[in-house]
Nanobody, 128 residues
């Protein structure tokens, strides 16, 4: 059974940083794409970043390029999202999700409809 558990959220001041973790179990991480999504109150869920399983390529939403960095530690079955230069606009519940199993050269996408397993989310609040 696929399971994803997010951690690392919290309250941070504008300009601060956080590292979110997504611990995966029940499947082989390298055969799946992992995406990070966020949802603020009253807004649609937004894909912010994803990383492909075997190609290890990544994508970012335009709104977070240069501030968010996704990475994967296959030995720990964990995907990380480093978030720098946080602004109040980054306040949201952040979710990780898995899409797969995928083909050898498949790339990840930022469309949440493609993902079939989700974590419970972790709250990120940016406020002074």
């Amino acid at each position: 059974q696929l399971q994803l558990v997010e951690s690392g959220g919290g309250l941070v001041q504008p300009g601060g940083s956080l590292r979110l973790s997504c611990a995966a179990s029940g499947f082989t991480l390298d055969r799946y794409a992992i995406g990070w999504f966020r949802q603020a109150p009253g807004k649609e869920r937004e894909g912010v970043s994803c990383i492909s399983g075997r190609t290890n390529t990544s994508k970012y939403a335009d709104s977070v390029k240069g501030r968010f960095t996704i990475s994967r530690d296959s030995a720990k079955s964990t995907v990380y999202l480093q978030i720098d230069s946080l602004t109040p606009g980054d306040t949201a519940v952040y979710y990780c999700a898995a899409d797969g199993p995928l083909g050898l050269y498949s790339l990840c996408v930022l469309d949440y409809n493609e993902y079939n397993a989700w974590g419970q989310g972790t709250q990120v609040t940016v406020s002074s």
